[in-house]
């Protein structure tokens, strides 16, 4: 098992710039590739997007591609979200999450969760 602990979360003004942190515990997350997806008040969990084991590929929500960059350090047991240029209708928690193969989109794929942290943009 591994345990996920999201971090970063903060206001930001829309335009600005916020990167996220997911530390793992428990197993090495290099044994998993690794996805963020995020929440919105009274909306479904969606996917961000995700890293591959090695971190090596990379793939995006069309909302966020070209805004948003996740990254990996293994050695460091931790995975990244730099989030460029955030709009207001990216308010939501974000939470990060462990699955078998990147290429994975849906929740139900990912078998562990952080506990997610609150990322604010004001406008």
């Known amino acids: 098992q591994v345990q996920l602990v999201e971090s970063g979360g903060e206001l930001v003004q829309a335009g600005g710039s916020l990167r996220l942190s997911c530390a793992a515990s428990?197993?090495?997350?290099?044994?998993?590739?690794m996805g963020w997806f995020r929440q919105a008040p009274g909306k479904e969990r969606e996917f961000v997007g995700s890293?591959?084991?090695?971190?090596?590929?990379?793939l995006y929500a069309d909302s966020v591609k070209g805004r948003f960059t996740i990254s990996r350090d293994n050695a460091k047991n931790t995975v990244f979200l730099r989030m460029n240029s955030p709009k207001p209708e990216d308010t939501a928690v974000y939470y990060c999450?462990?699955?078998?193969?990147?290429?994975?989109?849906?929740?139900?794929?990912?078998?562990?969760w952080g506990q997610g942290t609150q990322v604010t943009v004001s406008s």
């Open positions: 999450a462990a699955t078998m193969v990147y290429t994975a989109v849906s929740t139900g794929s990912y078998a562990y």
């Open positions: 428990g197993r090495t997350i290099s044994t998993y590739a």
């Open positions: 890293i591959s084991r090695s971190g090596s590929s990379t």
